[in-house]
């Protein structure tokens, strides 16, 4: 069935090191991928989005790449700070006519100082 | 603007009692989401409206009605409240259209039932 889900639960880093999020799906059908931040005690913020139709994209300090070859979904963090400390959710949309997203169950991001 | 916003922040509730969610935008958004995200996990959806007097079932409906009467405003009312609704509920919006699929979300109401 479709379903988004993460490699790893959780990831601590140093500040200051890149950070790699990764995310596989199984709906080949996705044709829009989001990810999002989620801070403790509030709800999710966008960070960025791609669409099938693209490989990479780019935001600031950010970066996510697609491979549909292989179903998976990456979000870099370039010089990670203390505030990118958070849960990332990466979701996907189905091209079908239905806006509605699919999230998967979340990696916690720890920035160590 | 304030964007999504949701109350209550918090609320304790007894089995089988009725509450309802209040969720309002100013953003004037088409399309208007509720999500339950427990413990560790994802989001769920659980009722969406792509338009006023337009309501559809997510994932997860069983226990919640929605109405949307106004582009504004999606409440969300629990009938009967049970221990497995214990959850956080969060309320978002899009534009729709097809331009672009973010949603915005609120802050977030945390039930404890018990």
């Known amino acids: 069935g479709e379903s988004v889900g993460l490699h790893l639960p959780t990831l601590s880093v140093q500040e200051g090191d890149n950070s790699i999020i990764n995310c596989a799906y199984s709906n080949s059908a996705s044709d829009y991928f989001i990810w999002y931040k989620q801070e403790s005690g509030k709800g999710p913020q966008f960070i960025i989005d791609i669409r099938s139709n693209m490989d990479k994209r780019q935001g600031q300090r950010v970066t996510v790449l697609l491979n549909k070859t292989v179903k998976h979904l990456s979000l870099q963090i370039a010089a990670t700070q203390p505030g990118d400390s958070a849960v990332y959710f990466c979701a996907e949309k189905d091209q079908g006519g239905s806006e509605k997203l699919v999230f998967g169950k979340g990696m916690k991001l720890t920035v160590n100082p | 603007n304030a964007g999504v916003t949701q109350t209550p922040k918090f609320r304790i509730l007894k089995i089988g009692q009725s509450m309802t969610l209040q969720c309002t935008q100013d953003?004037?958004?088409?399309?208007m989401y509720w999500y339950r995200q427990d413990p560790g996990m994802g989001l769920k959806l659980i009722y969406y409206?792509?338009?006023?007097?337009?309501?559809d079932k997510g994932e997860v409906p069983n226990g919640y009605n929605v109405s949307r009467s106004t582009t504004e405003d999606f409440p969300l009312r629990l009938e009967l409240a049970a221990p497995s609704q214990t959850s956080v509920y969060f309320c978002a919006c899009s534009k729709g259209g097809g331009l672009t699929y973010e949603q915005y979300f609120g802050p977030g109401t945390r039930l404890t039932v018990t």
């Open positions: 409206s792509v338009g006023a007097g337009i309501t």
């Open positions: 953003m004037n958004h088409n399309y």
